[in-house]
């Protein structure tokens, strides 16, 4: 009997040990996905982030080779060959007659040169900032991806907060038909209004679906559990900030490079009037018994008729310089009224989920249980159907206020590169 109860302990020791290898082997749980891991595990995945690195790189590499020499010329020829009477076409009727070959090497001005640099680091520059305006808006679609589920998820669990009231008012609309002082009325319209509820709950896990698939584009992964709250409340650039720094953030660096681009043409045009050089050495060789020759050359280019030549390129450069550095300042002007009205917004849009969470909400549940509470006290069931209504669709309209809100603050929050950002 001794040993056999002994026995049943080992048993269970062994089993208990295995089951808590068992469970120490399990894959702990990840941690919810906060806004801030979506977005980073969203951009280190980004096709478009390799995209503009590319050009970066393609920029870089053009600006290697900018404003160097060309390449020499290597050049073969006959000089004084006969064409016409005995010796038409040989080499060695006439002693004049030689073969030669040369070198020629093209030298643009210094000014020229020192032009296509400037431009060649002006793209630089420019794809550089289409990167940071990229990286801007990735951040904030990556953002909204992640606030699109997290407003469905709060929306599904304002409904679902609802459901066991709605199945209590089924019971008790059944309860009092059987007991005779209820309506067969009541009890359908009640059973219809927790239909209602799950059809809503339904279309909430469809919606919910439909966002997952939007985050999973940017994560490459489908999202696991979000984060139950995110502040945004508080942005982490303070508003001042904001309006204060129109140039520096992401849509305007653009089209400061692009200005900056414009200047770099205009000096390379500029350049086109001083004079290109070039240099060209070659050895003759004539018949036998004749001295070979060699021959230097240096040639200038004149830019003498640069009226309708050079100058209209000129003008051509300086209008376009004009033209983006006035688009330049209606893009800093439509920047400052976006980041404006968008602040006022998400600031309106604050002020009324406070008055949503503190007033709204509690006095529509109030009304409620109120409504059922009179039901069940004897009372008509058209009050509680109607505050039930009233109250989905308030809760309804409180998650478009938070996607709202939420949506304006990743708008502001993402304005400065991640650089520039404290």
Not at 121 to 130: F, K, Y
Not at 283 to 303: F, H, I, K, Q, T
Request: net charge neutral; charged share 25%.
């Amino acid at each position: 009997m001794l040993s056999m109860h002994f026995a049943r302990r080992l048993l269970a020791a062994g089993l208990a040990a295995l089951l808590g290898g068992v469970a120490a082997m399990a894959p702990a749980a990840e941690p919810p996905l906060t806004l801030e891991a979506a977005v980073r595990q969203g951009l280190a995945r980004a096709p478009q982030l390799e995209a503009r690195a590319a050009d970066t790189t393609a920029a870089r590499e053009e600006a290697a080779r900018a404003g160097r020499l060309p390449d020499p010329v290597l050049t073969f020829g006959l000089a004084n060959l006969p064409v016409t009477g005995p010796g038409a076409f040989s080499l060695r009727s006439d002693g004049m007659t030689e073969r030669s070959v040369g070198v020629m090497q093209a030298i643009p001005s210094r000014t020229a040169r020192h032009a296509a640099r400037d431009l060649a680091g002006a793209r630089i520059d420019a794809a550089q900032a289409d990167r940071v305006a990229t990286e801007q808006g990735v951040r904030e679609r990556i953002a909204d991806a992640w606030i699109g589920v997290w407003v469905v998820e709060q929306q599904r669990t304002l409904l679902a907060d609802l459901h066991d009231e709605a199945a209590l008012a089924v019971r008790i609309t059944q309860a009092r038909l059987r007991g005779g002082e209820g309506s067969a009325v009541d009890a359908l319209a009640a059973q219809a209004e927790l239909a209602t509820l799950d059809n809503r709950l339904e279309a909430a896990e469809a919606d919910l679906a439909a966002a997952q698939a939007g985050l999973q584009r940017w994560l490459g992964t489908a999202p696991g559990a979000l984060a139950a709250s995110e502040d945004f409340s508080h942005l982490p650039v303070q508003a001042e900030r904001l309006v204060s720094s129109i140039d520096q953030q992401a849509p305007l660096q653009a089209w400061a490079a692009r200005e900056q681009l414009a200047q770099a043409a205009l000096e390379q045009a500029r350049a086109a009037r001083r004079p290109d050089w070039s240099v060209s050495a070659s050895y003759g060789r004539r018949a036998p018994g004749l001295a070979d020759m060699v021959m230097l050359e240096v040639g200038v280019s004149l830019p003498l008729f640069t009226r309708n030549r050079q100058d209209r390129g000129i003008s051509a450069r300086q209008a376009q310089r004009d033209a983006v550095q006035a688009d330049h300042e209606d893009a800093r002007r439509a920047q400052r009224e976006a980041v404006t009205r968008a602040l006022a917004s998400w600031q309106g849009w604050g002020r009324q989920l406070e008055r949503y969470r503190q007033t709204l909400l509690p006095l529509a549940r109030d009304r409620a249980r109120t409504a059922l509470a009179g039901y069940r006290g004897g009372g008509s069931l058209q009050p509680w159907l109607e505050a039930r209504r009233a109250e989905i669709e308030l809760r309804l309209s409180y998650a478009d206020a938070l996607a709202a809100h939420a949506r304006l603050w990743a708008s502001l929050a993402y304005l400065l590169p991640s650089e520039v950002t404290p």
